[in-house]
């Protein structure tokens, strides 16, 4: 709201400005000159082309010394080996038996579907025949004879 509206004056507040101050600078260490322990040698080379290649000679980094192993006995090497391929064979074995008796349970229900299935159809061709019971009719002159039906 501006002054001229609220018709009164709003509270001033104080404000403080800060003024970054420096800090004071570390001390330098001191310099001391360093000289390598050998100087080593500037190689040129030159190349096929004619330019010369300038620079130091590296020498290359040697590799820590392996540490020798305990050699492993041939026999001990030769029963862990047929352990393993022991293992491999009961595996396969068990597996293959497994096999086996699941084939076999999956020809035993398609032997029984086959056996429900004929057995149905072979109900439907002695059951299906509703109206005749087993004579074959024939009209002659308004006449009915069935034949290969013994009456009793």
Same mark, same amino acid.
Not at 12 to 28: F, G, M, S, W, Y
Not at 37 to 46: T, Y
Not at 133 to 152: C, E, L, S, Y
């Given at each position: 709201?501006?002054?001229?509206?609220? +018709?009164?004056?709003?509270?001033?507040? $104080?404000?403080?400005?800060? /003024? *970054?101050? &420096? =800090?004071?600078?570390? !001390?330098?260490?001191?310099?001391?000159?360093?000289?390598?322990?050998?100087?080593?040698?500037?190689?040129?080379?030159?190349?096929?082309? +004619?330019?010369?290649?300038?620079?130091? $000679?590296?020498?290359?980094? /040697? *590799?820590? &010394? =392996?540490?020798?192993? !305990?050699?492993?006995?041939?026999?001990?090497?030769?029963?862990?080996?047929?352990?393993?391929?022991?293992?491999?064979?009961?595996?396969?074995?068990?597996?293959?038996?497994?096999?086996?008796?699941?084939?076999?349970?999956?020809?035993?229900?398609?032997?029984?579907?086959?056996?429900?299935?004929?057995?149905?159809?072979?109900?439907?061709?002695?059951?299906?025949?509703?109206?005749?019971?087993?004579?074959?009719?024939?009209?002659?002159?308004?006449?009915?004879?069935?034949?290969?039906?013994?009456?009793?």
């Amino acid at each position: 709201m501006h002054r001229e509206h609220s +018709g009164h004056l709003p509270a001033e507040r $104080a404000v403080t400005v800060h /003024q *970054p101050v &420096p =800090l004071a600078p570390a !001390p330098a260490a001191p310099l001391v000159p360093m000289q390598p322990g050998s100087v080593p040698a500037v190689a040129s080379v030159v190349l096929p082309d +004619g330019r010369v290649v300038t620079g130091y $000679a590296i020498s290359p980094v /040697q *590799p820590e &010394p =392996l540490t020798v192993k !305990p050699p492993v006995s041939r026999a001990a090497v030769n029963v862990a080996l047929g352990g393993v391929g022991f293992l491999a064979v009961c595996g396969g074995l068990l597996l293959l038996t497994s096999f086996i008796a699941a084939l076999t349970a999956f020809i035993t229900q398609l032997i029984t579907l086959a056996a429900v299935i004929f057995g149905g159809w072979i109900a439907v061709q002695i059951l299906g025949t509703s109206g005749h019971h087993g004579g074959t009719t024939v009209n002659i002159r308004k006449a009915v004879i069935k034949r290969n039906h013994f009456h009793g």
